[in-house]
Every structure is written in C-alpha cells, then in structure tokens.
C-alpha cells in the first residue's frame, strides 16, 4: 500500500508538472521588421517583458526584430491573419491593400501632430478594431511615428526644388502628395530603402527621424526637411486562435498592460524625435523646418486629396468628416 501510495504521488506530480509546462509554454514568435535599436522594436520587448511578468510566465513573447521571421512590411497583417506568426508589430499604412480604408491616417496633413492624430484616433480607432477582428485578429495596442520628414540631396525651398526628385514613399496617399508636389515617388518597403539609396534608385526619402538614424541616411542625403506632412502609426496585433486559445483572466490582464503601456509608448515616440533629430545633425544632416510660404503650399496641394480619397473610398468619409468636425 505504501509502495502504491508512492506511485500515486510522483504520478500525480508529473501530471502537475505536464500541466504546469503546458500552461508555461505559450510563446508566441513576434514578427517586427525594425532593427533591435528602432524605438517599436524596444517598445515591442518592454510589452513582451511585461506580459510575461504579469502572467507569472504563462505568455512568453520573443520579438524577432529586422525582420528575421521572413516576413515584410506589407504582409504583416496578413500573416498574422493566417496564422503564420501569433503576433506582429504591423505599419498600418502599407496595409491598404487588405484594407483601403487604412489609408485614412496617412491623408497629408489631415492629422500632422500628434494631438490631432490622438484625436483622429477617437473616431478611427473602433474601425481599425472592426477590420482587425475581420482579418482574425485582434488589436492590442497602436503607436505613431514621428512626424515624416523629406530627406533628399539638396535643400527644398519651394515646390520646384521637388519637381523630378525620386522619392521613396510607403503608400498610395504618399504616391499622389509627391505627384501634387512634381516629385517621382516610388513606393517600397522599408528593406529595401537603404539598398536603393545605395545604388541612385531613390535620392530622397520620405520616413521619420528615427528612421533616417536606422538608415544612416547621412551617408546619402545631407538635408531633412520637417514637413511632418503624414501620420503613421503601427499597430500591435494578435491572432485570434491564438488569442482565444488563452483563459479570458489572461487575456485580461494582456489588454490592461497593452492599454497601460501604450500612453507611455506615444511619449516614447515623442521623446524618440527629439533624439533622432539631435543624432541626425550630429552627422552633417542639416534640419530645416519649412517656411510658412512653403507651408502653405504644402497645404494647398494636399487639401484636395482628402475629397479624391473620400470619393476612392467612401467607407472612410464619415470618419474623416467626424474628426474634421471636431477639430475645428
């Protein structure tokens, strides 16, 4: 009886421990195409290192940053989508081909600070949500870039430095803009950037400061000019079977860190740009803001873009009319 005793007991500790291991070996492989040192790479590590403390290690996520899953930036919401990572850390403009109306945020300067994108949020934030869940996913939490400036070879003054300048940009919105302006835009994945610079397929870039340190851009333009002309902001984002695959009190817990971290991960953006753009002169870039003529140039082309996307794509007007209205 003993001896049975004995066996009942380690037979129920390895079970204890099967389940145990079973409950500890949740991970889930983070796709994010920034390199280590990009501030979403290191905001993605700070969330994943908080979700595994506050699920006592149930959830462990490993961010495989530069993307060294394989996967590119305009793939990422489709392959959360079929399941070929759990989660990723997706920008959102260069989904609009799963999603047209993703191209509202990045309407030229519809929303160019960040209080205005916060705003533009209140009302675009429930679609988003909506067109995550229709592509079996789930939103966990959103971060802006900073304001995307223009790098490129020589000072823009006016709109005719822009007329001929071969410009890469991320999407559509960006694609009709330059148009506007008399530039060449090109549309390309951030991978692919840097190689082009390199070999005179682009001479200018249209990014965020943080991107043009992650690109050492000063070793092909000397000049960024702060137009802060687009939003952009990335998305985190979770498979559904992955998701539903957890307890709802796990589940819980992830939202209550995504949404307590996320207002952090706005001022990390914001603190991110001052950096960048003091690394980027420390190189020889020299930082211009646009003058108020040119300014007003700007605007006057990009205004009418607004109606012509509201017209492509008509499931986007009442957001953009409902934001328009409240920031008057």
Not at 32 to 55: D, R
Not at 151 to 176: E, H
Request: charged fraction near 20%; glycine fraction near 6%.
């Amino acid at each position: 009886m003993k001896q049975k005793n004995i066996f009942a007991f380690a037979a129920a500790c390895v079970v204890s421990i099967c389940v145990t291991s079973a409950h500890a070996e949740t991970a889930w492989d983070m796709a994010v195409v920034w390199p280590e040192g990009n501030f979403h790479t290191q905001n993605a590590i700070a969330f994943a290192k908080e979700v595994k403390e506050v699920t006592d290690g149930e959830v462990a996520i490993t961010v495989h940053s530069g993307g060294a899953l394989g996967i590119k930036g305009p793939e990422g919401m489709a392959a959360v989508r079929d399941g070929l990572v759990p989660i990723a850390d997706i920008l959102l403009n260069q989904q609009v081909g799963e999603a047209p109306v993703l191209g509202i945020e990045t309407l030229p300067y519809l929303a160019p600070t960040m209080s205005d994108l916060a705003l533009l949020h209140k009302f675009y934030r429930p679609k988003l949500e909506e067109i995550a869940e229709g592509m079996n996913q789930k939103l966990l939490y959103m971060v802006p870039w900073p304001g995307q400036a223009v790098f490129s070879p020589s000072q823009i003054d006016t709109l005719d430095d822009m007329k001929g300048l071969t410009i890469r940009v991320v999407d559509a919105n960006g694609t009709a803009f330059f148009e506007a302006l008399g530039a060449t835009p090109i549309q390309m994945p951030w991978g692919e950037v840097v190689p082009s610079l390199a070999a005179g397929t682009i001479k200018s870039v249209t990014t965020s400061s943080s991107s043009g340190v992650d690109g050492a851009f000063w070793e092909f333009t000397k000049h960024m000019s702060t137009f802060n002309w687009q939003a952009s902001s990335n998305a985190v984002t979770v498979n559904l079977d992955a998701w539903n695959a957890l307890p709802p009190e796990t589940q819980t817990v992830i939202e209550e860190v995504a949404a307590r971290m996320e207002g952090q991960f706005w001022l990390n953006s914001r603190a991110e740009d001052a950096k960048k753009i003091a690394l980027l002169k420390e190189h020889g870039v020299e930082v211009l803001a646009p003058s108020k003529e040119l300014s007003e140039a700007l605007l006057e082309k990009a205004v009418p873009l607004w109606d012509e996307f509201k017209a492509r794509v008509p499931e986007a007007a009442p957001y953009v009319d409902a934001y328009l209205a409240a920031r008057r």
